[in-house]
């Protein structure tokens, strides 16, 4: 007797199951699109939506071939062919390191990205500004380049000056900006809790500026035109005047605690400024809520004691 009609078939489950292949393939390019975007990242948040519009532009490319939209898989192919070029060409540092890095078998640092912090911890920025506070007081001229949300490389200088690589100090800072050493011409490169360099050469701005500023305002202007992902702390060796550039602008003149101000303000991670918002915001109207009930309580007792 056959049992061929009482067994269930399970033919359909591998017709419905889709191909292994395809869910292989799907993974490596959700993978490698995760490693670029890590990798270019981590500069400014403007490069970030540069690849995630280059990948949108992708998808939209594999939508038209599904949907057999030939000319606009045409028109999309030629676009996603001309971003990579640009892209390429725009980040060039960060995809010379992604190829480093494969060529060098490193892998699963690629999911890592950098390894440098992207903080600032407050007694860093304290060592900063007590240390631009004593040079202007003694009218010291100094250069500070902070890295922020990404890592500088040595092609944006003119000269990447001396590696250094020690620990952010109010007194190492002082000494490096004295006339009588030989580091003090130039910028110290900062980045996390790390002095970098030092007699790093910063390229000029090339806007006109007021006669009151100098050589140092002039580069601060320049290297944070040129790139957004740091900051530039001036000090002037004429008047002492503390300035702060981002973005190919001057914020000046400051005191010391206005600095301090703004570096914390600037450091702080923006998730964690959101978390704070958010948890202000949610405590606000879960005050309000908490209120509202405790003034219905009283009503509803004497509706019945009633």
Not at 2 to 7: A, E, N, Q, T, W
Not at 160 to 166: H, K, M
Request: proline share 3%.
């Amino acid at each position: 007797m056959s049992l061929s009609g009482f067994v269930p078939d399970f033919s359909w489950i591998s017709s419905w199951l889709p191909d292994p292949v395809n869910i292989i393939d799907l993974g490596l390019v959700l993978a490698l699109s995760y490693a670029l975007l890590l990798i270019i990242g981590e500069g400014e948040r403007r490069s970030l939506w540069m690849v995630r519009g280059f990948i949108v532009l992708m998808l939209a490319t594999v939508v038209s071939e599904q949907f057999k939209l030939q000319l606009l898989k045409f028109l999309l192919e030629k676009l996603v062919l001309g971003s990579a070029v640009a892209m390429a060409v725009i980040f060039q540092s960060q995809f010379r390191r992604f190829l480093e890095q494969i060529g060098r078998g490193e892998i699963i640092q690629l999911f890592q990205g950098s390894g440098r912090p992207k903080t600032q911890p407050d007694s860093v920025i304290d060592r900063i500004v007590d240390a631009v506070k004593e040079l202007s007081q003694n009218r010291t001229g100094a250069l500070v380049l902070i890295e922020t949300t990404g890592s500088l490389e040595e092609e944006d200088f003119v000269s990447g000056g001396v590696a250094l690589n020690a620990e952010v100090s109010k007194e190492l800072l002082q000494t490096i900006f004295q006339t009588t050493t030989l580091l003090h011409d130039g910028a110290v490169l900062i980045s996390g809790s790390r002095i970098l360099a030092a007699a790093v050469i910063l390229p000029l701005s090339e806007r006109t500026a007021s006669r009151q500023l100098g050589t140092r305002h002039r580069a601060a202007m320049g290297i944070t035109e040129r790139v957004e992902k740091c900051l530039c702390i001036v000090v002037s060796e004429e008047t002492g005047s503390i300035s702060l550039a981002e973005k190919g602008t001057l914020n000046r003149p400051l005191t010391s605690s206005k600095l301090k101000e703004l570096l914390q303000a600037r450091f702080t991670p923006i998730v964690e400024r959101d978390a704070v918002r958010l948890s202000r915001k949610i405590g606000f109207q879960g005050k309000i809520l908490l209120e509202r009930i405790l003034r219905l309580r009283p009503s509803g007792s004497r509706k019945k004691n009633h």
